[in-house]
């Protein structure tokens, strides 16, 4: 939804009025019908209001809380369904039972609410749709999948296995670059704390030398100067940097697109890599798993995308669908994406034309699967160089800093 500034002239007065709405025309209807005698001048596009972009991010926020559910006890629960299920118990005393024994209070309520939807006539998967944002797209095509087979054990567990590869790997990562980042931080703080402690014991030996300073020493009293006089404002404007950043890529999607973009360009060393190996694995292995379960391909195209949460990457992969529309093969569909490598379009169109896309979809996801895992094994040893780079230059900073003006200081006292 967009807001506009709609201008117009009512009784011989002319006025505004802020309208949301999907389009220009849209809004233009809304004045028309609210004030049926106006004449309409022109619709604007402007920014929502401030207490309305207020109470979206307020909103965000209180969603985004509620919706912290841990993969772990999603994964607990939908285990749980596929047992007592497969066991032939009845799914809204499962659910009941389920509901009762989860510690996660938003699981809780949400077993409980899907268990008296379905004690009202709703299906499993009509109640389950109120809480896609908490289980994602892939849950709510699995849950279909087992209704539709009758088979609701099945389907939850090749859910719960799905989920649990997911997490396996966003775990992996987060391994892999906790030490680099702790690494980083202790440096950061080391240096912040030498020129704090140390630069000032020799500003005053500097300041007596009445001569230009090498470059090195310059900026080690510029950011003494700084951290000294505006540390907490520099912190305060960083922390609202980064504030800003985050509240625009959740409220902005040209914002969110623009940043995606950034994050799997070249720039982005390691990490692009990372973002992309991580992305087409989790997508292949929901698309591969939902035809192999008997997913239409289009339908499993539409969910495995739903689960790319980098736009760039979504966009480029939705024009799949859409080009098997037009008439296209799956593999002449993949390969006009220019994300997958030729080998792998081979397997597919192989997969295609044997009757065995969902093998090669398989193969295709322990290719994408390996590349990650061997990215994520041999992080160290990329990024230490990249370290060893970082530190040596604060060191070199720090040394020249203080040592090159004692050297001039040394070459004037000498006799001539």
Known sequence: MKYFNVTMIQKGKKSQELVKAIDRMAAIAQIKDKFSSAIVIRADETQPPLEETIKNLLAGLKKGAKASIPADAKISAIRQISVMTDAGIPINDTLRDVAENTTNKSLKEIFFSMNNDINAGSSMS??????????????LAMTELGERTGNIAQSYKKLADILENIRDNVKKFKKAMRSPMITLGAMGIAFTILIMVVVPKFKDIFEQLHTDLPTPTVILLDLEYAFSNYGLYILAVL?????????AYKTSRDFRYKMDTLMISPYFYLINKAIFLSTMHQYNLVFGE?????????????TGVGMVSNLALKDNLMTVNANIGRGMS???????????????????????AGGQLDAMLDKVTEYYDMRFRELIDNLSAYIE???MIFI???VLLMALGIFMPMWDLGQAAKPH
């Open 392 to 394: 040596t230059g604060l």
């Open 290 to 302: 939902l035809v192999k379960a008997g997913v239409p391909v289009n339908e499993a195209l539409e």
């Open 239 to 247: 922390f609202l940097i980064v504030t800003a950043i985050k509240f």
């Open 330 to 352: 799956l593999a002449e569909a993949f390969q006009l994406t220019g994300l997958y490598e030729n080998m792998l379009l081979q397997m597919i169109k192989a997969g295609e």
């Open 126 to 139: 009509d109640s389950m749709k109120k809480y896609a944002y908490e289980f994602g797209h892939v849950a």
């Open 385 to 387: 160089p990249i370290m």
